[in-house]
């Protein structure tokens, strides 16, 4: 089973939305007006393939790390889940005067949440667990081949 695929595109998305934080933030401070054009595109992200890896860690993988004892990270988590998210929304209705500043806080928030989870969720377990994790995810969401593996139909399109 590509169980160990599934979890390197876990951790894929994480490291894609760090570094796409890492450059928005930088380009909000260096070039605003540069910053301002990339509001949309980041808005699609989290609309699109970033809600997708949060909505899958909310009913797939929170609750079986929360059976091993992580409620109150994951409360923050969730809670990371539903700023990031609004900010999305603003995002989409901002104005370019708007932009570079929101474009900046949404990728701050994005990068202090992808930290967090690898701070202080991912290495609670070890390699041998989140397979076993990552197994009965794909058990329960969708079969053998899980919502990441071979035949997903967005597996490529999730990656920005």
């Given at each position: 089973m590509p169980y160990?695929?599934?979890?390197?595109?876990?951790?894929?998305?994480?490291?894609?939305?760090?570094?796409?934080?890492?450059?928005?933030?930088?380009?909000?401070?260096?070039?605003?007006?540069?910053?301002?054009?990339?509001?949309?595109?980041?808005?699609?992200?989290?609309?699109?393939?970033?809600?997708?890896?949060?909505s899958y860690e909310e009913r797939f993988i929170f609750p079986q790390l929360a059976r091993r004892g992580l409620g109150e990270e994951l409360q923050v988590a969730e809670k990371h889940h539903a700023s990031i998210r609004q900010y999305a929304d603003k995002l989409q209705a901002a104005t370019a005067e708007q932009a570079p500043q929101l474009i900046f806080e949404t990728a701050r928030l994005l990068l202090h949440h992808t930290n967090f989870e690898c701070d202080y969720i991912y290495p609670e377990l070890t390699h041998k667990e989140w397979i076993a994790?990552?197994?009965?995810?794909?058990?329960?969401?969708?079969?053998?081949s899980g919502p990441f593996g071979p035949g997903s139909s967005d597996a490529a399109s999730r990656r920005p």
């Open positions: 160990d695929r599934m979890l390197a595109d876990l951790f894929r998305d994480e490291d894609r939305a760090r570094n796409m934080a890492s450059r928005l933030m930088q380009l909000a401070q260096a070039s605003p007006a540069e910053a301002a054009r990339e509001r949309l595109q980041l808005a699609e992200f989290i609309h699109g393939p970033m809600d997708k890896h949060m994790l990552m197994k009965e995810s794909a058990e329960q969401e969708s079969g053998p």
